[in-house]
C-alpha cells in the first residue's frame, strides 16, 4: 500500500514561491506515475504535473507551464512541485498522487490510484 504524506501548505502573496514536498512509502511496483493535483471548492480536481520515478520525463498542465516544476529525490522517496510566479487563481488544496505503470502524461484524476491527505495553498493578490 503506497503512502503519501505532502507537506504544509502555506499561504503567499501573488508572485511568490512555494514548494510543496509528499514522502513517499510503500512502493511494491518498479515504476510509478507521481502527480500533483488540485483543487478548489465545487470544481473537480485538476492535474497540475506529473513525473514517471524511471524516465524522470514530467507532464505539466497548460495553466501551469514554465511557472510550476515537478522533480523527484528517489533516494529519500520524495516528490516536490516547486511553484514560481504564484497567482491568485493558484490558490487550492493540493494533493500527490501515485498510480503504478506508464502513460504518466494522462492526468486525469481517476488515472491515479494512491491519495495523500492534502494541503492547502492560498495565494493573495
Known amino acids: 500500500q503506497v503512502q503519501l504524506v505532502e507537506s504544509k501548505g502555506d499561504s503567499v502573496q501573488a508572485g511568490g514561491s512555494l514548494r510543496l514536498s509528499c514522502a513517499v512509502s510503500?512502493?511494491?511496483?518498479?515504476?510509478?506515475?507521481m502527480g500533483w493535483f488540485r483543487q478548489t471548492p465545487g470544481k473537480e480536481r485538476e492535474g497540475v504535473a506529473s513525473i514517471h520515478t524511471g524516465s524522470g520525463i514530467p507532464t505539466y498542465a497548460d495553466s501551469v507551464k514554465g511557472r510550476f516544476t515537478i522533480s523527484q529525490d528517489n533516494a529519500n522517496n520524495t516528490l516536490y512541485l516547486q511553484m514560481n510566479s504564484l497567482r491568485p487563481e493558484d490558490t487550492a488544496m493540493y494533493y500527490c498522487a501515485a498510480t503504478p505503470g506508464g502513460n504518466c502524461w494522462d492526468l486525469r484524476e481517476y488515472k491515479y490510484k494512491y491519495w495523500g491527505q492534502g494541503t492547502q495553498v492560498t495565494v493573495s493578490s
Open positions: 510503500g512502493y511494491t511496483h518498479s515504476s510509478y506515475c
